[in-house]
Every structure is written in C-alpha cells, then in structure tokens.
C-alpha cells in the first residue's frame, strides 16, 4: 500500500479566491466606467452604434391631458409649435438633481420658441398633484404642466423610467429623446435645434 496522496490538478476542484477577486474588481471598473460616461456626456449615450429609441422620427398623437394646476395642457405641436417635454416625478431623485438644472437654464435664457412643457407621467399612480406642483414651484420651473395620470404620454413615448425628455417638431414628430438626466447643456443644445 502506498502513502502518497494525490496533490489535486490544475484547473480541478473549487475556484481559487483570486478569480473571485479578478471577477469583484472588472465588475467595479465596469460599473465605474458606465458611471463615468453618463456624467461626461450629460446622462445621455451619444455613440453612433447605440441606436436611436424607436420613437424617434416618429409622428406623436396630439393629446389634450389635465394640467397640475386645474383644467387642461395641449400639446403645443397639435398648434404648430415645437416643443420640449420635461417627464418627472416628485419621488424620483435623478429628477431633484436635473430639475434645479434645467429651471435655473429656463429662467435666465430663451427657449427660442420651443414650447417647454413638464409631464408628471406618475400622478394618479405613485404621485400626486400636490407634490408634483410642490417640487415644480420649490425649483422654480415655471412652465406649463400636464398631468398624465392615464398614462397616454408614457405610453405614446414608451418610456419606461424617469427623467426622460423628448423633443417634438411643429409637425408632431418626435427629433429627440433622452433617457435619463438630462444636463442644462445639453438641453439648451437641443432647444436651438427644436427652433431651427
């Protein structure tokens, strides 16, 4: 009878701890990474081989939905107007970050004839007017409001989280959508170019 034990070989038995590490660490950098470009670049993926969500160059329904403040919002492309639609929430904290943003932009510079609208697309669902006009006059974005307690407007841009903006021609075509944050930058940007 032999004594020897057998040594276990290479690439047998359980993962080494290192690879547990190395997989922890390209994680990290990974994550670090999507965090880094998403600041860089305002909240929005600017590279040519991401495509451009569906509903871009797109015709949007004109709608007529409650405004937060009593009677109702039109959508300003229905009149021939380009427009830009700021959706929130009141609980969503992206939104408390891009909302002081954009109001302070608004306040100071001109929208060259885009219409600036803010949707609050959870009203009815996990918000309510209250708080959603609370937070509006708290950042001081003074713009036309609608409440989209249906869901039409969610539904029409198939948005799926928030914020998000969309910017729509006078002829009801949608140009422009951002998912995410969005910066003061890159809004003023994308206002020049609704108005062109």
């Given at each position: 009878m032999s004594d020897t034990t057998e040594s276990p070989r290479p690439g047998r038995g359980r993962p080494s701890p290192m690879m547990f590490v190395s997989l922890g660490l390209g994680t990290v950098l990974a994550i670090a990474l999507i965090v880094v470009m998403s600041v860089l670049t305002g909240g929005t993926v600017t590279s040519s081989s991401v495509p451009a969500p569906a509903i871009v160059g797109k015709t949007v329904a004109a709608q007529t939905v409650r405004?937060?403040?009593?009677?109702?919002?039109?959508?300003?492309?229905?009149?021939?107007?380009?427009?830009?639609?700021?959706?929130?929430?009141?609980?969503?904290?992206?939104?408390?970050?891009?909302?002081?943003?954009?109001?302070?932009?608004?306040?100071?510079?001109?929208?060259?004839?885009?219409?600036?609208?803010?949707?609050?697309?959870?009203?009815?669902?996990?918000?309510?007017?209250?708080?959603?006009?609370?937070?509006?006059?708290?950042y001081h974005l003074n713009v036309p409001t609608m409440a989209d307690a249906k869901g039409q407007?969610?539904?029409?841009?198939?948005?799926?989280?928030?914020?998000?903006?969309?910017?729509?021609?006078?002829?009801?075509?949608?140009?422009?959508?951002?998912?995410?944050?969005?910066?003061?930058n890159s809004f003023a940007q994308r206002l020049a170019q609704a108005a062109a």
């Open positions: 405004s937060l403040t009593g009677g109702t919002t039109t959508t300003p492309w229905t009149y021939g107007h380009p427009t830009a639609l700021i959706f929130f929430a009141s609980w969503c904290e992206p939104c408390k970050t891009e909302l002081p943003h954009l109001a302070a932009y608004l306040a100071h510079h001109s929208t060259h004839g885009v219409r600036v609208i803010a949707v609050d697309s959870e009203v009815g669902q996990s918000d309510s007017p209250s708080n959603a006009r609370a937070m509006l006059q708290r407007m969610v539904n029409e841009f198939g948005l799926s989280a928030l914020p998000d903006s969309a910017f729509v021609n006078a002829k009801g075509v949608v140009t422009w959508l951002n998912i995410g944050p969005i910066s003061a």
